[in-house]
């Protein structure tokens, strides 16, 4: 179920990071969700505890706010620059403080792959339910959020405050990624969140038919990863990434060959 209900949404954002060229955000924002679980478990928290999203998501939105700042309509230091340092950091950061953690060693593998067959029923109920404030929000302030994502010059020139409306995509966004990092871990995340997209964008031009065939991918590599990981006795996180994999690399190869003709 987990599969089901809680990917559309990713699928969706997926489009606008990918449409705004910052690639890596996604799992640099999954990372610092991460480190803030990292901290919480260090002070003596378990994971599952309502003040471990709070420190995670706080974390996360420090993290909104530097990507933010840093998205200049010009500026002389790449965005993609400042999202990997800022990957690498909390990454490091990660294994310094589970380094003085008893389990140290297993924390970092479930932040990192995940284990989305043992999340209980509560959990994603409440995961979704989440998932469907920020979808609304979304759909309130779609043709904001779209003109900034897919037309950013276009933006700027009509004086939008894009710098404010950078802050309000990228804390909804940290937020999903924060609550889906406790669920499925940070592979996952970013698989989720690009793949389908990517797929998708392979695909189709429109927006509305990119959409739906993300939907499907998601769906598809979910679905067919949970299978691989039961019948070959597999890590769960791991297989779904590698389905999605398969699905790219498919989907590409297709892509090549429907446009051979035309050349």
Known sequence: MACVLLPWLLVYLGLHVVQRGIIFIDIAMAQMASLGICLAVLIGLEPEDWRTLVIALVVTLLGAALFSLTGKRASTVPAEAIIGITYVVAAAASILLLSRSAHGNEEIRN????????????????????????????????????????????????????????????????????????????????????????????????????????????????????????????PSGAAIVCTFGLLLILISVGAVFRRVPNE
């Open 111 to 234: 932040m990192l792959v995940g284990d989305i067959t043992v999340v209980r029923a509560d959990e994603v109920w409440r995961c979704f339910a989440v998932f469907g404030a920020v979808g609304v929000i979304h759909f309130l302030l779609r043709k904001t959020f779209m003109l900034v994502s897919f037309n950013r010059d276009q933006a700027w020139k009509e004086g939008l405050r894009v710098r404010w409306w950078d802050f309000l995509f990228y804390a909804l966004f940290g937020l999903c990624v924060t609550i889906f990092v406790r669920v499925a871990g940070v592979l996952l995340v970013f698989s989720y969140l690009i793949v389908p997209a990517v797929c998708a964008i392979t695909m189709a031009r429109r927006t509305g038919a990119r959409l739906l065939i993300g939907w499907i991918i998601s769906l598809l590599g979910g679905i067919a990863g949970l299978y691989l990981s039961f019948y070959g006795d597999f």
